[in-house]
């Protein structure tokens, strides 16, 4: 079970980002929104300026090799 343990806005944008992304981890939309609210809780802007932009570096990256 995912704990949230304390309070915060999360932007709705940035939740919508997410919560496709942590589908990932599970099938349950209920489990990925909780996990995308606990990234977003820690750093608000986790998909949109983090996660995201790092993986289309990545992407890039492996293209050059």
């Known amino acids: 079970m995912i704990k949230v343990t304390k309070?915060?806005?999360i932007n709705s944008k940035e939740l919508k980002l997410g919560i496709p992304i942590e589908y990932e981890h599970t099938?349950?939309?209920?489990v990925a929104t909780r996990?995308?609210?606990q990234h977003l809780c820690e750093f608000?802007?986790?998909?949109?300026k983090g996660l995201i932009p790092?993986?289309?570096k990545l992407k890039l990256l492996?293209?050059?090799k």
């Open 27 to 30: 099938k349950s939309k209920r």
């Open 62 to 64: 492996r293209r050059i």
């Open 35 to 37: 996990i995308a609210k």
């Open 7 to 9: 309070l915060c806005k």
């Open 54 to 56: 790092m993986e289309r």
């Open 44 to 48: 608000p802007q986790y998909y949109s």
